[in-house]
Each structure stands twice: as structure tokens, then as C-alpha cells.
């Protein structure tokens, strides 16, 4: 209750009122996504090993891939993998590295160039996409997945290699997974820049044969696929014998 004898507080007994409030129009960083796997955990990872490569010709790209899944690299946890898929009708990807990592990436590559035709009505550039594929491999939480994007557009063909890390490095050809320093002998051997698509299917083949005679978690096969400016065309094959 007000006392009309009591004095007026002085300057010095007032609080000084709290002006640091913060902006709610500034953009927040929220924390980088984690995994809760563990290292101990990955034995348990289903891992497409792998032995896959891109080989670029001046009609478009071949892509090779081998057909094993294992466990930990010890145990076949499936012998028929296409370990390649369709992003747009002019490119393609394909994954070594986690199954489920690989499968909930291709997922969101394929919606993000959906999108970008959508609002744009034309397709994304095989170097825009490489870009988008990169920046989400290093923003997202994709889990051991190291693909090789592969396109065809008007500047040409394009084969990028990609890692977690978020690179994108464009090559003539190129190889990735466990069976790459087998495939890539095969490929400094025989490459050359005027080959027919013909031809780079028969490299491609025997680059993923290589690998799989010595790489335990390639194997069971290869995918052979044609990325051109129209299609993109995927062909299994459970023997090597009438390809190379």
C-alpha cells in the first residue's frame, strides 16, 4: 500500500531493465545431424562392398556395377543388387557403401531434381546436379554412401566420383567402392576418349570382372548402364563371358 511519508527510490535502487532480448528474426544454426551407430555397430551394416565405374564416350556414359551385398564384407546377404538408379531421365547414380543410406539418398536426389523441373520446366544440368548431389551428401544425414553420378547433356557426357565428405571431382572415367584399385588398372589400361558405347560396356565389364576375382565383396554379376541425352538404360548380366 502507498505510504505518503515514505521517499521516493532513488536512482541507484531502480532495476535497470534487461535490453539484451534477443532478435527473433535471426536465423538460428541448429546442431549437424548424428548417428547414433556406433563403431561397433557397422559389422551389422548392410554394405553393398562394391566394385562400380563410369566410363564417358562421346555418345553418352557407361556405368558398370557387380551385384553382392554383404554383411561386415564376410557374409552374401544378397547375390542380385542393382546398385545403380535413374535420377532423371539424362543421369543415373550408383552406390557403394550402406543399402539403407544409399536408398534413402537416391530418394532425396530424385525428389530435389523433380522439384527443381517442377518450378523450372526443364531438366537440371548433369554440373547443377552433381552440385545438389554433393552439397547433400555433405549436409545430410546419409550414412557411408560413396556414389558416381554419370549424365549426358548439351555440354556432354559427365562422370562426377562424390564422398561423404561433400566433393565433387569430374573425371573421364573413374571407379569407386572396395574393388576400385582392381577396376581402375583395367581402366588406365584400356580408356581411350573415342570409344563407342559398345566398347565401353566391354572395359566396363571387364574392369567389375577384375575386381570380382579378387575383391571378396564384389561379385554375382554386373549391371551395365547407357546414360544418354534420351534414356537411361539398365541391363543385368550373371556372367562376364559374353561380354569381355
Do not use: C
Not at 5 to 20: F, M, W
Not at 66 to 94: P, T
Amino acid at each position: 500500500m502507498f505510504d505518503p511519508h515514505e521517499s521516493p527510490p532513488s536512482a541507484g535502487d531502480l532495476e535497470t531493465p534487461n535490453l539484451d532480448v534477443e532478435d527473433p528474426y535471426e536465423p538460428r544454426l541448429g546442431a549437424p545431424p548424428e548417428s547414433p551407430v556406433e563403431e561397433t555397430d557397422l559389422e551389422n551394416v548392410t554394405k553393398t562392398g562394391t566394385t562400380i565405374v563410369g566410363i564417358t564416350t562421346p555418345a553418352g556414359v557407361v556405368m558398370g556395377s557387380d551385384m553382392r551385398a554383404s554383411l561386415g564384407g564376410r557374409i552374401v546377404s544378397n547375390k542380385n543388387v542393382q546398385k545403380v538408379e535413374e535420377i532423371q531421365h539424362n543421369a543415373a547414380l550408383s552406390m557403394s557403401g550402406s543399402v539403407g543410406g544409399a536408398q534413402s539418398y537416391i530418394r532425396s536426389l530424385r525428389a530435389e531434381a523433380s522439384l527443381y523441373e517442377a518450378r523450372r520446366g526443364e531438366d537440371m544440368s548433369i554440373n547443377a546436379l552433381a552440385t545438389m548431389a554433393s552439397n547433400l551428401l555433405r549436409g545430410g544425414p546419409f550414412f557411408m554412401v560413396v556414389p558416381i553420378l554419370a549424365g549426358m547433356d548439351d555440354e556432354g557426357a559427365h562422370v562426377y566420383s562424390l564422398d561423404p565428405s561433400g566433393s565433387s571431382l569430374a573425371d573421364d572415367y573413374t571407379a569407386q567402392g572396395s574393388g576400385m584399385p582392381y577396376a581402375l588398372g583395367v581402366l588406365e589400361q584400356e580408356y581411350t576418349d573415342d570409344l563407342t558405347m559398345d566398347e565401353a560396356e566391354t572395359i566396363a565389364a571387364r574392369a567389375v570382372e577384375s575386381a570380382s576375382e579378387r575383391d571378396t565383396a564384389s561379385g554375382n554379376g554386373v549391371h551395365l548402364t547407357r546414360v544418354t541425352q534420351e534414356a537411361v538404360e539398365v541391363v543385368g548380366h550373371k556372367a562376364f563371358d559374353d561380354l569381355v
